[in-house]
Structures are given as structure tokens and as C-alpha cells.
């Protein structure tokens, strides 16, 4: 895409050979943005970092989709690397897709390892020609591709907010194996938003120090205002790291204390019939004179005496209440 104020240019190109004949005029077009979507064809890349002099450096980081949120400032231009992150309800995984930014002087660079349409929110502002987008400078485009990257961290932790609010229903109800599961999960993932968040903090933080070239001083408050954002997005995965730790403590108080109940239960009922083993035991010894033992009703003296202790000792743990 190439813009001005009045005029656009939108162009798709399907191979290097219909790149090359293509040309624009900077007066008219003063922003060139090129977004280039999958990462398999070197000769792509190699072909972009001739025409706009890019470091090999650089063109080996973009084919290197591990990186971390980062900027280098190559002199002629600022490379910047953020990812963009995707949230499956279902699976309750967290996946990730570098997106690499190039801001030079009257041209954008992204590229993306996917189509997956996160930027088109922008390029319609670019064609309907709505806010100050297309009167702006490619350091403004710049901002707005970040500020689209930033809002995409909100969407996420909105989604796994409400997750970790239902979990928390179900543990107050019942703590459940599979909420232990699904709990650790939501932890490793968030785990993997805080990894990728904390550098695009000081990514932003950077880019909205007045020293840099590449922004001007009007576009500077844009970016403090993404940088809140991050901020923001930081408190909010923390809040809900701080949540699900919570949680994760009152799983293993719920299973304790459950436990604990069931172990009371079991020494209840032993220490009940405790005494009636004593009395059989007693009985049972071998000794042809003992009391009760001519006796035609002593049988049933010995269960009355069982029973009496065993019902006195019930109610004796039942005013306790350790029989609840």
C-alpha cells in the first residue's frame, strides 16, 4: 500500500518477478507499506533486503521466528520484532506468530508468518481514509501496527479472565482433578503472555524516548499511549497470575481439608467400636472362672454393654460435632 493524503495505491504481488515492475511515486505516495506474509521463501526476503538495504542481520532475525520483543536502530532504519498471540477457548492454548516491523524513512516493512487479517483493521482506515492515518508519516503507521499489537493482548487476557472466573466458580463448588489440570494450564500459558509482554515494554519504552529520529515529536504521545497500554496489559496478566496462584492454594486447602474430614470420619467410627473389640477381646480369653461367663444372659449383657458405649460415645462426638 501507498498513500498520501488524497491519493492510494494498493498493490498485490504473487511472485518477485511482478514486484519488480512496479514503481511509485513518493510525491504523490509519500508512505510505502509492504506487508509480506509467509517466511518459507528466502528469495523473497533476499530480494526485499536489496532493494531497501536491509542488514543481513536483520533478514536473519525475520526468518527466525523465535525471537523475543525487541528494537535495533540500524542507522537508516529501526527494526522491531513483536508477536502476535491467539487464544483457543476450547484447548485453552495460547499460540504466538512473530511479526517483524521495519520503519525506515517513508516506508513500513511488516512481515507476518501467516495471513491471519490482525492488520486489517488499519488498512481499512488506509482505504476509507478515516482519522489522520493516510496525513501522517510511516512513523505513524508504525504506531498504529502497534497499537493494533497491543490491543490484541487485551482481547486475549479478556478470554482467559473469564476462563480463570469460571474455574474459580467450580472450585468453590467442587475441586476437581480436571480443575488442577486446567488451572496449571492457564498458568503455563500466562507464563508464556508474561514472557512476551515484559520486552514489549521496553520496546515501547524505547521507541517513545524523544532521542529517536524516526518518530516525530508529534507522533511521541501515541506512543507514551501505547506504552500505558503495555503497562496496563502487564497489571492485568499479573492480577490474573496473582488469581490463579490463589487458586491453586485453595485447591490443595479444599483437598486437605477434605482429607481431613475423611480421616476424622475413619477415626470416628474406629474409636466407636473400639470398646466393643475390647469387651469381645476380654470375653474371649481362655479362663474357665470368669464373671458373667455361667451366666445364660450374659451374651446378651456383653452386646448392651457394647451398644451403650458405642451410643454414648456417637452422641459424645456428635455434640462435637465431629460426626459433620
Same mark, same amino acid.
Given at each position: 500500500?501507498?498513500?498520501?493524503?488524497?491519493?492510494?495505491?494498493? *498493490?498485490?504481488?504473487?511472485?518477485?518477478?511482478?514486484?519488480?515492475?512496479? *514503481?511509485?511515486?513518493?510525491?504523490?505516495?509519500?508512505?510505502?507499506? $509492504?506487508?509480506?506474509?509467509?517466511?518459507?521463501?528466502?528469495?523473497?526476503?533476499?530480494?526485499?533486503?536489496?532493494?531497501?538495504? $536491509?542488514?543481513?542481520?536483520?533478514?536473519?532475525?525475520?526468518?527466525?521466528?523465535?525471537?523475543?520483543?525487541?528494537?535495533?536502530?540500524?542507522?537508516?532504519?529501526?527494526?522491531?520484532?513483536?508477536?502476535? !498471540?491467539?487464544?483457543?477457548?476450547?484447548?485453552?492454548?495460547?499460540?504466538?506468530?512473530?511479526? *517483524? /516491523?521495519?520503519?525506515?524513512?517513508?516506508?513500513?516493512? &511488516?512481515? @507476518?508468518?501467516?495471513?491471519?487479517?490482525?492488520?486489517?483493521?488499519?488498512?481499512?482506515?488506509?482505504? $476509507?481514509?478515516?482519522?489522520?492515518?493516510?496525513?501522517?508519516?510511516?512513523?505513524?503507521?508504525?504506531?498504529?501496527?502497534?497499537?493494533?499489537?497491543?490491543?490484541?493482548?487485551?482481547?486475549?487476557?479478556?478470554?482467559?479472565?473469564?476462563?480463570?472466573?469460571?474455574?474459580?466458580?467450580? /472450585?468453590?463448588?467442587?475441586?476437581?482433578?480436571?480443575?488442577?489440570?486446567?488451572?496449571?494450564?492457564?498458568?503455563?500459558?500466562?507464563?508464556?503472555?508474561?514472557?512476551?509482554?515484559?520486552?514489549?515494554?521496553?520496546?515501547?519504552?524505547?521507541?517513545?524516548?524523544?532521542?529517536?529520529?524516526? !518518530? @516525530?515529536?508529534?507522533? /511521541?504521545?501515541?506512543?507514551?499511549?501505547?506504552?500505558?497500554? &503495555?503497562?496496563?496489559?502487564?497489571?492485568?496478566?499479573?492480577?490474573?497470575?496473582?488469581?490463579?496462584?490463589?487458586?491453586?492454594?485453595?485447591?490443595?486447602?479444599?483437598?486437605?481439608?477434605?482429607?481431613?474430614?475423611?480421616?476424622? %470420619?475413619?477415626?470416628?467410627?474406629?474409636?466407636?467400636?473400639?470398646?466393643?473389640?475390647?469387651?469381645?477381646?476380654?470375653?474371649?480369653?481362655?479362663?474357665?472362672?470368669?464373671?458373667?461367663?455361667?451366666?445364660?444372659?450374659?451374651?446378651?449383657?456383653?452386646?448392651?454393654?457394647?451398644? &451403650?458405649? %458405642?451410643? *454414648?460415645?456417637? /452422641?459424645?462426638?456428635?455434640?462435637?460435632?465431629?460426626?459433620?
Amino acid at each position: 500500500m501507498a498513500y498520501g493524503p488524497d491519493l492510494l495505491e494498493e *498493490s498485490v504481488f504473487e511472485n518477485i518477478a511482478e514486484s519488480r515492475n512496479y *514503481s511509485h511515486d513518493s510525491a504523490d505516495h509519500p508512505v510505502l507499506w $509492504l506487508n509480506v506474509h509467509g517466511l518459507h521463501q528466502p528469495e523473497i526476503l533476499s530480494e526485499i533486503g536489496q532493494r531497501f538495504k $536491509l542488514h543481513p542481520l536483520v533478514l536473519e532475525d525475520i526468518l527466525n521466528t523465535d525471537q523475543r520483543p525487541k528494537v535495533d536502530d540500524y542507522g537508516d532504519y529501526l527494526y522491531i520484532v513483536t508477536r502476535f !498471540f491467539d487464544y483457543d477457548p476450547e484447548t485453552l492454548c495460547v499460540s504466538s506468530e512473530q511479526v *517483524s /516491523l521495519v520503519l525506515g524513512h517513508g516506508f513500513v516493512l &511488516t512481515f @507476518q508468518e501467516r495471513p491471519t487479517g490482525n492488520f486489517n483493521p488499519i488498512r481499512e482506515r488506509i482505504r $476509507l481514509n478515516r482519522g489522520q492515518i493516510r496525513r501522517q508519516q510511516a512513523d505513524y503507521l508504525a504506531y498504529a501496527l502497534l497499537d493494533v499489537v497491543v490491543d490484541r493482548y487485551f482481547t486475549i487476557l479478556e478470554q482467559i479472565g473469564e476462563r480463570t472466573e469460571q474455574l474459580e466458580d467450580d /472450585l468453590m463448588q467442587k475441586a476437581t482433578p480436571t480443575v488442577l489440570q486446567t488451572l496449571h494450564q492457564l498458568k503455563r500459558e500466562t507464563l508464556t503472555l508474561r514472557r512476551a509482554v515484559w520486552p514489549l515494554r521496553e520496546v515501547v519504552s524505547q521507541l517513545a524516548r524523544s532521542d529517536t529520529h524516526f !518518530f @516525530q515529536p508529534a507522533t /511521541l504521545p501515541y506512543l507514551r499511549d501505547v506504552y500505558d497500554h &503495555t503497562v496496563h496489559v502487564i497489571e492485568s496478566l499479573e492480577a490474573i497470575r496473582d488469581l490463579i496462584a490463589g487458586m491453586l492454594d485453595i485447591y490443595l486447602s479444599s483437598v486437605s481439608n477434605r482429607l481431613n474430614q475423611e480421616v476424622r %470420619a475413619l477415626t470416628v467410627v474406629a474409636i466407636i467400636f473400639m470398646p466393643s473389640t475390647l469387651i469381645s477381646g476380654v470375653f474371649g480369653m481362655n479362663f474357665h472362672s470368669m464373671p458373667l461367663l455361667e451366666n445364660p444372659g450374659g451374651f446378651y449383657l456383653a452386646l448392651g454393654f457394647m451398644a &451403650t458405649i %458405642a451410643i *454414648s460415645l456417637g /452422641l459424645v462426638f456428635w455434640r462435637r460435632r465431629w460426626l459433620g
